[in-house]
C-alpha cells in the first residue's frame, strides 16, 4: 500500500525558506511521478510544482515560479520542496502527491494522482 509522509512544515517570517520533504513508501521499485499542491482557508486546492518519475523535469505553478525548486532523490520515491523568499500568500495546508508513472512530462493536474499524504502546515508572517 503507497503511503505518503510529508515534513517540513512551520512558522517563517516573510523572505524566508522551508524545505518540504515528501517520502512515499510502499512503491517497491515502480516509478511514480510526483507533486505538490497546497489549499488555504476558504481557497480551493492550487497546484504548486511537480516532477517526473527521473527527476528530470519539474514544473511550477505561476504563483511560486521562480522561487520554489522542486526536486528528488536519487533512489526512492522521495521528493524536496525547496521555498524561497516565502510570501504570506503561500499560507497554506500543503499536501504531497504521487502517481505511478513513466511519463516524461510532470502531471499538473490533482486528477492525475492517486495517492496523496495528509499534508504539512506552512505559515508565514508578515
Known amino acids: 500500500q503507497v503511503q505518503l509522509i510529508e515534513s517540513g512544515g512551520g512558522v517563517v517570517q516573510a523572505g524566508h525558506s522551508l524545505i518540504l520533504m515528501c517520502n512515499a513508501s510502499?512503491?517497491?521499485?515502480?516509478?511514480?511521478?510526483m507533486a505538490w499542491f497546497r489549499q488555504a482557508p476558504g481557497k480551493g486546492r492550487e497546484f504548486v510544482a511537480a516532477?517526473?518519475?527521473?527527476?528530470?523535469?519539474?514544473d511550477y505553478g505561476h504563483s511560486v515560479q521562480g522561487r520554489f525548486t522542486l526536486t528528488r532523490a536519487n533512489a526512492g520515491n522521495v521528493v524536496f520542496l525547496q521555498m524561497n523568499s516565502l510570501k504570506p500568500e503561500d499560507s497554506a495546508h500543503y499536501f504531497c502527491?504521487?502517481?505511478?508513472?513513466?511519463?516524461?512530462?510532470?502531471?499538473?493536474?490533482?486528477?492525475?494522482?492517486?495517492?496523496w499524504g495528509q499534508g504539512t502546515q506552512v505559515t508565514v508572517s508578515s
Open positions: 516532477i517526473t518519475w527521473s527527476g528530470s523535469k519539474a
Open positions: 510502499g512503491t517497491g521499485d515502480s516509478a511514480y511521478a
Open positions: 502527491a504521487a502517481q505511478q508513472s513513466a511519463a516524461s512530462m510532470p502531471y499538473d493536474h490533482d486528477y492525475h494522482y492517486a495517492y
